[in-house]
């Protein structure tokens, strides 16, 4: 494996996406929603609305969240308990659907666009390897989603702290299970589902195909990111941790599998199946 | 399907070698295998001595590849695309690689457009930078899939100088096409695909010999059966007469192609001819053409079926072989 070459598909690619504003304007705007504008709106809405029953009966719905977690919230007054609850555990999705959506879009491209624009003939040409050649598209594939996440999570922590840290004593955001979702359980996430994605774009015929057929195939795996992310906040951090590693073991896993599914063959558009 | 089936192809060292062939023939399929981007499923593909499937990586680094559609990124600069091609092809990042590109790019004068988007440049510009790029690492062999493909005829005729260059400066050239025309005056050996396999392969002037071995004439008269004394004439190798229609006046007008021993013969012929009443409105001495040569060998594809029919290159295997 020559990492020189893989890093050199991956940089390649990256550059190409830089040059696409039509594709990572609407994904900033993505990130954006998710992060800054939703959270930022219900956040105010609870700290700061008059309606002291509505805060009160937000608050009175914490209830049904199980018992370890209404034991982390703080927060004295109703509604900093709500913001605190809401900015905690109820935006977790959050975190895994803006990377899984943006590297989604990113690889389903990434080799039956090679095929459809005619470079995967000079890739199958080329001295790469295929390992090389899938390791460069799948990095490739993986920043850009968990760069915007990164960078949105930081925003959300400065939305969450600024709006709902006075209410709970001072800035306390990211909690650890946080850190422990977006650093541990959110990347094999991330990389099994592009390993799937990967796959599906060596296989059909054109970017659209792609696109659907990625869409289908993700978003029962959005779910399960979704609930899993969300028990990783609820329970305890050794739950986090054992979700964690379940999902890298199995990303792995898919990751070698889908190794083998890129051909030259593939590249040329050649290969059965195709 | 069989793409490639017993095909025989060795290209000799600087020398330009040309496939020869309708589209669906197998041209850029013998490109694939050269490489090692496709494997055979039976048989062996030999390149510098060395088995693509094997060693694919030594045999890609020494190889240099045009494609038909020159598979550039239209997002990236034309920098960047020669930058990406120098990085896979191990001339790493440095002053080496920038030296690479400037060097290559000035040669297909491209070197002022490198700074700007790729999907702006016209066809001929696109074939120019896939032209630099593939020279860029100074490759053994160069394998050039229909290069003109989509260029206007001054285009094309400047890509085709460029190619002709490359085999006078040492490269080996190995370029597919199905246009005569480019074919003619720039191969040094040809070879007729069809259906996956080689008909016939050698020198241009080397298989025209055989086809005709003597010198070809055309005669028109305007009594073509008049023509048909010829067949038996002295020095006449073979005869065919064409009949062409009935002129205005009535008369039949029409052609014969006959075969000399010698070309000094034509005056004593077109005499005797005369003297036999037969009006003779032209003459035309006829070199045959790679088209004459094409359709020769297609049309006669039963009879030249057999291998190894003066090819210089490598013996015919059981399976396919390509050897460089």
């Known amino acids: 494996m020559n990492w020189g070459r893989v890093?050199?598909?991956a940089r390649t690619d990256l550059r190409q996406l830089i040059q696409a504003k039509d594709f990572w304007v609407p994904m900033m705007i993505l990130g954006a929603i998710f992060f800054f504008f939703v959270p930022t709106i219900l956040l105010l809405a609870i700290t700061r609305v008059g309606d002291i029953n509505a805060v009160q009966q937000l608050s009175n719905a914490l209830e049904v969240l199980p018992q370890q977690a209404q034991d982390q919230i703080q927060g004295e007054s109703p509604a900093g308990r709500a913001a605190y609850a809401m900015a905690v555990f109820l935006f977790a999705p959050v975190?895994?659907?803006?990377?899984?959506t943006i590297s989604t879009a990113v690889g389903a491209a990434t080799i039956v666009g090679e095929r459809e624009r005619g470079t995967g003939e000079f890739l199958a040409h080329s001295p790469a390897g295929v390992k090389e050649i899938y390791l460069g598209k799948l990095i490739a594939s993986l920043i850009p989603g968990y760069l915007t996440t990164l960078v949105g999570f930081g925003v959300y922590s400065l939305v969450v702290n600024l709006i709902v840290g006075p209410e709970v004593g001072g800035w306390f955001f990211p909690t650890q299970q946080w850190w422990i979702l977006m650093l541990w359980v959110v990347p094999p996430f991330l990389a099994l589902t592009l390993s799937l994605v990967l796959r599906l774009s060596a296989r059909v015929k054109s970017t659209a195909a792609a696109q659907q057929a990625s869409g289908l195939v993700t978003l029962p795996l959005i779910m399960v990111a979704y609930s899993q992310s969300t028990g990783a906040l609820f329970g305890a951090g050794s739950a986090s941790i054992w979700i964690g590693a379940i999902a890298w073991i199995v990303a792995i896993v898919g990751l070698t599998q889908g190794m083998r599914v890129v051909t030259r063959a593939r590249l040329l558009g050649v290969a059965d199946g195709i | 399907?069989?793409?490639?089936?017993d095909l025989d192809l060795t290209a000799p060292r600087e020398s330009i070698t040309v496939l020869l062939g309708p589209n669906g023939a197998g041209k850029t399929t013998a490109i694939r295998m050269i490489t090692g981007a496709l494997n055979p499923d039976k048989g062996q593909v030999r390149v510098f001595g060395l088995d693509p499937a094997v060693d694919g990586e030594e045999v890609r680094t020494r190889c240099g590849v045009v494609s038909a559609k020159p598979a550039l990124?239209?997002?990236?600069?034309?920098?960047?695309?020669?930058?990406?091609s120098a990085e896979l092809y191990g001339l790493g990042r440095g002053d080496a690689a920038a030296t690479a590109i400037r060097s290559s790019a000035t040669r297909f004068?491209?070197?002022?457009?490198?700074?700007?988007?790729?999907?702006?440049?016209?066809t001929g510009m696109k074939t120019r930078l896939?032209?630099?790029?593939?020279?860029?690492?100074?490759?053994?062999?160069?394998?050039f899939d229909e290069p003109t493909s989509g260029l206007d005829p001054e285009s094309s005729h400047a890509v085709l100088e460029m190619i002709r260059e490359m085999a006078d400066t040492g490269s080996t050239v190995v370029m597919c096409t199905h246009l005569l025309l480019e074919?003619?005056?720039?191969?040094e050996k040809v070879v007729v695909l069809e259906d996956g396999t080689d008909l016939i392969a050698g020198a241009p002037d080397e298989l025209t010999q055989r086809y005709w071995p003597g010198m070809v004439v055309r005669l028109d008269a305007e009594d073509p059966v008049g023509l048909d004394r010829l067949a038996h004439a002295e020095g006449v190798m073979s005869y065919e007469r064409h009949e062409r229609g009935v002129a205005a006046s009535g008369t039949g007008t029409g052609s014969a192609t006959v075969q000399l021993d010698d070309l000094a013969r034509v005056p004593e012929l077109v005499f005797a001819l005369a003297e036999a009443g037969v009006r003779v409105t032209r003459v035309e001495p006829r070199i045959p053409t790679l088209e004459d040569l094409y359709f020769a060998v297609r049309d006669g594809r039963e009879a030249f079926s057999e291998k190894g029919h003066g090819d210089t290159g490598s013996a015919a295997s059981d399976g396919k072989e390509v050897a460089a």
């Open chain 2, 130 to 143: 896939a032209l630099a790029r593939s020279v860029m690492h100074e490759p053994d062999l160069l394998l």
């Open chain 1, 7 to 9: 890093s050199t598909v």
């Open chain 2, 73 to 84: 990124y239209d997002r990236l600069t034309g920098w960047d695309n020669l930058a990406y």
């Open chain 2, 109 to 122: 004068g491209i070197d002022d457009a490198l700074d700007q988007q790729v999907g702006g440049y016209s």
């Open chain 1, 95 to 100: 975190a895994v659907v803006v990377p899984l």
């Open chain 2, 183 to 187: 074919a003619e005056g720039l191969a």
């Open chain 2, 1 to 5: 399907m069989q793409a490639l089936t």
